[in-house]
C-alpha cells in the first residue's frame, strides 16, 4: 500500500515503503474546498495515548468558522442534491477507492492518535471504506413509489428528497469510521456535511477531507471544523440551515444535543452509550463463545461501544467457562501500539485509567474479587494502560454492572434460568439497549432471547453480526436511528407526497 508524504503543502504516495512513517496530513480545518486556519491561529495538541508524544497539532476553531461552514455547505447544497444519484455513487467509489490505496497509512495515522494496533487500525480503515462502498450502491436505490386513490381521476406518487445540511459530532474511538458512517449516507442522499471531530482525535477526520478532495467531491460539500466543542457545537445546533444532528458519543451528551436540537425541531440520529450483557447458556460451543468473548472485550481495548460490558454464565457450566477465558487472555499482552507482539494497546488518555481503576476499586470495596488481571509489562506507562481484568463474585446492583466501562474489565454473574436473565435485562436493567449477545445452541432459546430482548443489534453465537449493509443502533438510551444498510440512508432523506388530479 500507498503510503502519504506531506511537502510544503502537498501530499503524494511515498514511493519508498519506509517513508510511511512520515505521514503528515494537512492538520487544518477543510471549509469549502479550502485547508484553512482558525481566525484566533490557536491549535491544540494531538497525543499518542501509548506514551504521550505529540503527534500533531490541530486547530482550535470557534462560533466564526463554523458558521463559515455551514455557509459553504448551504451554499454547495443545491448543486450537490441536483446531482443524479449516479453521479454521487461515482464520488462515493473513488473515496472508497482512495481509502483503500491509502489503508496503511490511515492506519498508521489512527494508531497513533487512538491506540489501537496496527492489525486493528487496518480493520477499522477496512470498515470505514466500506461504507462509502455500500453507499454508492445504495444511493441509485433511493425510490419513490405511486400509491393508488379512491378517485381514478387521481395518482398519489411519493418521492424522497435530502433533508439538507448536516451537522455531525464525532466520537474519539472512531475517528475513520464513524464519520464515514455518517458522511457515506450523507453524500449518497444528496446533503451536505459540516463535522466536528474529538479533541482527542481529529487527525482522521482531516486525512478523510484530503481523501474527499482528492476524489473531486465540491467544495463546500464536506467540510471539517475543530476546535471548541461547546462553541462549535451551538451553530451546529442553533443555525436554522442545519437539518439534522448526527452524533456518536455518550448518552449525557446526547441529551443535551436531544433537548438543544427540540428548540428547533430538527433531526437526530443518535448513536450512544450501551451496556451489552454477553449471555452464555449451558448448551453453548464453550470453546468458540470464549474465543469470541475475549475477541470482543479486547479490541482497542475495551473502549467499543458494542462490546460486552458484563459476562452473564449459567450457573452449571459457570466455573468451567470462566476458567476458560482467564486462560485466553494469559495469551494476551499489552504492550505499545508499534509491537507487533501487542494485543491490548493504550487507553485514550489517562483519565480514563483513572476511571476505570477508580470503578474497579470500588467495586472491590463493596466485596467484588479479581478473578484473573494479566500482567503488566514494566517497561510501558502505567498510567496509560489498563490490564484486562476479570471480576467475580460481583452482583446486579454493582455501579461496574450498571454503566459502560469502556475498557477491558468484564463483571462475571452466574444466572439459572433464561426467566432471570431476561426479567433483568427487560425489566430492571432498562437504561441502555444496544447490543447484547447470546450463545446457545439451541434454536428455541436463542428464539426467546430474540423475542425478548430489547437492543438494536443482538448477535446469536456471533460476536460481530455489523457490516455496513447492516443497520448499526440501539434503543432506549442508547440512541435514535440506525447508522449503515438500507436504513441508514433513511435518517439523511425527506418523504414528499405528491397528489395530482387529471
Known amino acids: ?25 494537512p492538520s487544518r480545518l477543510w471549509i469549502n474546498g479550502r485547508w484553512v486556519d482558525a481566525e484566533s491561529g490557536k491549535t491544540f495538541a494531538v497525543e499518542n495515548p501509548a506514551n504521550g508524544q505529540i503527534v500533531g497539532n490541530a486547530p482550535f476553531a470557534a462560533a466564526p468558522e463554523t458558521t463559515a461552514a455551514v455557509e459553504a455547505a448551504v451554499e454547495a447544497m443545491n448543486g450537490w442534491r441536483r446531482k443524479s444519484p449516479i453521479e454521487r455513487a461515482g464520488y462515493l467509489t473513488r473515496i472508497h477507492d482512495l481509502l483503500m490505496e491509502y489503508r496503511e497509512s490511515l492506519a498508521l495515522l489512527r494508531m497513533r492518535e487512538q491506540g489501537g494496533t496496527l492489525e486493528g487500525c487496518r480493520a477499522a480503515v477496512d470498515y470505514a471504506a466500506g ?47 464513524s464519520v464515514s458512517k455518517k458522511l457515506a449516507a450523507a453524500l449518497a442522499a444528496g446533503c451536505t456535511f459540516v463535522f466536528k471531530p474529538a479533541t482527542l482525535t481529529p487527525l482522521s477526520a482531516f486525512a478523510l477531507a484530503w481523501i474527499t478532495d482528492q476524489a473531486g467531491l465540491p467544495p463546500g460539500v464536506f467540510n471539517v471544523v475543530s476546535g471548541d466543542t461547546k462553541a462549535i457545537g451551538q451553530v451546529l445546533l442553533n443555525h436554522e440551515k442545519v437539518r439534522l444532528i448526527a452524533m456518536t458519543g455518550s448518552t449525557e451528551v446526547g441529551q443535551y444535543v436531544a433537548h438543544e436540537a427540540g428548540k428547533q425541531i430538527k433531526r437526530l440520529a443518535l448513536e450512544l452509550g450501551g451496556n451489552a450483557p454477553f449471555i452464555i447458556c449451558a448448551d453453548a460451543d464453550l470453546d468458540q463463545a470464549a474465543e469470541d468473548l475475549v475477541w470482543l472485550k479486547t479490541i482497542y481495548s475495551g473502549q467499543v461501544c458494542v462490546t460486552a460490558n458484563r ?11 470462566v476458567e476458560r477465558i482467564c486462560t485466553l487472555l494469559a495469551k494476551h499482552k499489552v504492550g505499545m501500539p508499534d509491537d507487533p507482539q501487542t494485543t491490548i494497546g493504550p487507553m485514550i488518555c489517562p483519565d480514563e485509567v483513572t ?18 488481571q494479566l500482567p503488566m509489562p514494566v517497561d510501558i506507562p502505567a498510567d496509560r494502560f489498563y490490564p484486562p481484568t476479570i471480576l467475580d463474585n460481583v452482583r446486579p446492583n454493582m455501579r461496574i454492572c450498571n454503566e459502560e466501562i469502556f475498557g477491558p474489565v468484564l463483571p462475571v454473574l452466574p444466572f439459572d434460568n433464561d426467566a432471570e436473565v431476561i426479567r433483568h ?8 439497549g444496544l447490543a447484547a449477545y447470546v450463545y446457545t445452541q439451541s434454536m428455541s432459546r436463542a428464539q426467546l432471547y430474540a423475542d425478548e430482548l430489547d437492543v438494536g443489534i443482538l448477535g446469536i453465537n456471533d460476536p460481530r453480526p455489523i457490516t455496513p449493509a447492516t443497520p448499526f443502533g440501539g434503543t432506549k438510551l442508547s440512541g435514535i436511528g440506525r447508522e449503515g444498510g438500507s436504513e441508514g440512508i433513511m435518517e439523511y432523506l425527506e418523504a414528499r407526497l405528491i397528489g395530482m388530479r387529471f
Open 425 to 432: 435485562e427487560c425489566d430492571e436493567n432498562t437504561t441502555y
Open 1 to 25: 500500500m500507498n503510503s502519504i508524504v506531506h511537502n510544503a503543502g502537498t501530499l503524494h504516495p511515498a514511493t519508498n515503503p519506509a517513508d510511511r512513517e512520515l505521514i503528515d496530513f
Open 355 to 372: 476511571r476505570i481503576k477508580n470503578l474497579v476499586d470500588e467495586s472491590l470495596a463493596a466485596g467484588a474479587i479479581i478473578r484473573f
Open 311 to 321: 459476562l452473564l454464565v449459567e450457573r452449571s457450566i459457570y466455573e468451567p467457562f
Open 131 to 177: 461504507f462509502f462502498k455500500w453507499f454508492a450502491e445504495e444511493a441509485p436505490r433511493i425510490y419513490g413509489r405511486t400509491i393508488p386513490h379512491p378517485d381514478p381521476a387521481r395518482r398519489v406518487r411519493i418521492e424522497y428528497y435530502p433533508i439538507g445540511v448536516v451537522g455531525a459530532l464525532g466520537p474519539w474511538n472512531g475517528p475513520l469510521s
